[in-house]
C-alpha cells in the first residue's frame, strides 16, 4: 500500500489532500460555531427564565396586595358586623324619630313601616320606614342630620322636600313637607339565632 501511496503524483496527492480537507472542513472541522449557537440559546433560555421570574415576583406582590386589602376587608367587616345590632326593634327606630323631632322641632305628619327585606348577598335584614315630616327649613336639615348619626346604620333615600304650606296669595309661611324612605339594618342571624 505504501508503494501505491508513493507512486501517486504530488498533483494527485495535492487534489486528493485538497478533497480531504474539504471533507474535514465540512463535516468533522469544528470553528466553534455550534458552541456559540448553544451559548445563544443559553442566553435566551437565561433571559426568558429571568423574565419568567420577575413576572412570578410581580405575581407574589400583587398576591401579597390582595392578601392585604382581603385582611383589610375582613376587618371592616368585623368592625361593621361589631356595630350593627343583632336585634333591633321598629318601635326603638321610632322613639328615635320621636325624640329626634322633639329635638329639632319638627311635626312628624306619618310614620309607616314597610316589609322587612333580607339581602343575602350581605347578610343583612333591611328595615324601611316611609316618613312625612314637616317644619322649618333648619328644623329639616337638623332632622335629617341626627338621622344620619343614630346608632342603628340608617340609610335616608328618596328625599322630597316642599313647599305646601302657602296662603291664598300663594306666600310662603315658613312651613316644608319632608318625604322620605329610612332604612334601618340589622346583622342576620342564621338558624340558630347566632351572629354570622
Do not use: H, W
Amino acid at each position: 500500500m505504501f508503494m501505491r501511496l508513493a507512486s501517486i503524483s504530488q498533483r494527485s496527492a495535492l487534489i486528493i489532500g485538497v478533497i480531504a480537507g474539504l471533507f474535514y472542513y465540512a463535516f468533522g472541522f469544528d470553528d466553534g460555531s455550534k458552541i456559540k449557537a448553544q451559548l445563544n440559546k443559553a442566553k435566551e433560555a437565561l433571559v426568558k427564565e429571568q423574565s419568567l421570574q420577575v413576572q412570578s415576583e410581580e405575581a407574589i406582590q400583587q398576591a401579597d396586595k390582595i392578601k392585604a386589602a382581603l385582611n383589610q376587608l375582613s376587618e371592616q367587616y368585623k368592625q361593621v358586623s361589631q356595630e350593627l345590632p343583632t336585634e333591633i326593634q321598629i318601635s326603638e327606630i321610632l322613639k328615635s324619630f320621636d325624640s329626634i323631632s322633639e329635638i329639632t322641632g319638627v311635626t312628624i305628619k306619618s310614620k309607616e313601616q314597610g316589609r322587612p327585606l333580607f339581602k343575602e348577598k350581605d347578610n343583612l335584614e333591611i328595615f324601611p320606614l316611609s316618613l312625612i315630616a314637616e317644619g322649618s327649613y333648619s328644623g329639616i336639615t337638623q332632622f335629617l342630620y341626627y338621622l344620619s348619626t343614630l346608632e342603628r346604620i340608617v340609610r335616608i333615600k328618596n328625599i322630597k322636600v316642599s313647599n305646601d304650606d302657602t296662603n291664598s296669595n300663594n306666600e310662603y309661611k315658613g312651613k316644608i313637607t319632608l318625604r322620605a324612605e329610612v332604612l334601618s339594618f340589622r346583622l342576620a342571624a342564621d338558624k340558630a339565632g347566632n351572629k354570622q
